[in-house]
């Protein structure tokens, strides 16, 4: 598993860095996050049971991307709910099959919210705050993730939450946001990357971003035992699907940018 999750290290990271770097001819970090998030939320769909009906299947990834693409476009995001909301329940009244037919609504709202406006939230980082803080939100989550896997496996006596992810411990939390901490600092460098933040405010960023990546990462463990299944999908080796590492980074964007927005600006 270890030799499967460094090979997906490998490609993906270096792929990340180049989207979050480059910004023409094309906003390639954007384009990455619609291509993600359509996937991602396909997962969801497929392990919900909403894949059993198509058209609900083929509106929440719109309305998905819709969401990721809206920092570009500028609607107001009540719009976009309202919208959504009200035309998917036109189109739920007009199909044929009646059965279960809010569950799967409802799962297809979910989805569209949990995936795409949380990864709005990155996209509209990356906009709007730069490269430099949309690189802090992954690599202190990347840290805290590694930091608690490594720590949990080789430390971890006291169970976190067996009920959730039995295999999650208290020490590789702690470690992981001792890991978010120190790379959460090394932002404060005189790099390309650096971003405007004390050194405290350094440390209390990275202790929210893990606490938040890690309650993320909780929460999908809890809808993947709710729908009996280990992994999203199978698409990062080692890892599980898309869906499975947008977890925490997804809470960590959200964090960071409205720390961005009412802290920095």
Not at 116 to 138: D, I, K, N, P
Request: proline share 5%; hydrophobic share 55%.
């Amino acid at each position: 598993m270890l030799r499967k999750r460094a090979l997906t290290a490998l490609w993906g990271i270096p792929l990340l860095v180049v989207a979050v770097w480059f910004d023409t001819p094309l906003p390639w970090f954007t384009v990455l996050a619609a291509v993600w998030g359509a996937l991602a939320v396909l997962e969801f769909y497929r392990i919900t049971g909403v894949a059993k009906a198509l058209p609900l299947t083929f509106f929440g990834t719109a309305w998905t991307l819709f969401f990721v693409l809206n920092p570009h476009l500028g609607f107001p995001v009540p719009l976009v709910l309202t919208a959504g909301i009200m035309l998917s329940l036109i189109m739920l009244v007009l199909e044929p099959q009646r059965e279960g037919a809010f569950g799967n609504w409802a799962w297809m709202l979910a989805g569209a919210l949990y995936v795409g406006w949380l990864l709005g939230y990155l996209v509209a980082l990356r906009l709007e705050a730069g490269r430099g803080w949309v690189f802090l939100a992954f690599f202190v989550t990347f840290a805290s993730d590694s930091a608690a896997f490594f720590a949990g496996r080789a430390l971890g006596r006291h169970r976190l939450a067996p009920h959730i992810s039995p295999g999650k411990t208290w020490e590789g939390t702690i470690a992981g946001v001792l890991g978010a901490i120190i790379v959460s600092l090394l932002f404060t460098l005189p790099t390309p990357l650096q971003v405007p933040l004390s050194y405290k405010q350094a440390i209390l960023l990275g202790i929210v971003v893990s606490v938040f990546g890690q309650l993320g990462d909780l929460a999908e463990s809890l809808l993947k035992r709710n729908m009996n299944v280990k992994d999203s999908g199978s698409l990062m080796p080692g890892h599980g699907g898309l869906l499975d590492r947008m977890d925490s980074v997804a809470f960590a964007g959200v964090v960071v940018y409205l720390y961005y927005i009412f802290f920095v600006l």
